[in-house]
């Protein structure tokens, strides 16, 4: 708790003197980077010991990003699963009628498994460009 309440109280001084100077939200409305992040705080305090969880907590608060996007990464990195007829499959992408379709359309048990079980993120990894 008190290392996230040190966040909390540098993130609000460095808001107010500025100090997070490019990496702030500016008008373009791009986010900073990780290694941005860490940097300006290293200029604010050579001594701090951030890390991944403390650059999460200042984009959510610069950014007032909504807490469902932080929801829908964990449901990506750490899926449900469920098993039909001996195949799994993720439960998110699973759709019974889908299922049902795809041997008349020639696709085996494996297949069908396969193409189910892909989750769209190529937009979520493609780099923006700036």
Known sequence: MEKYLSVKVKLECLHKTKSLGKIKMNNNKKLFSLEDFL???NKFDPTNNLGSTDYIYAL???SNLPI??????IKLLTPKFRVVDGL???DETFNIHTYNEYPSKGLSKNEIQYWINIPAITDILEKTKE
């Open 39 to 41: 940097n300006a705080y």
């Open 60 to 62: 959510f608060k610069l």
């Open 68 to 73: 469902d996007l932080t929801l829908c990464y």
């Open 88 to 90: 799994i499959f993720l």
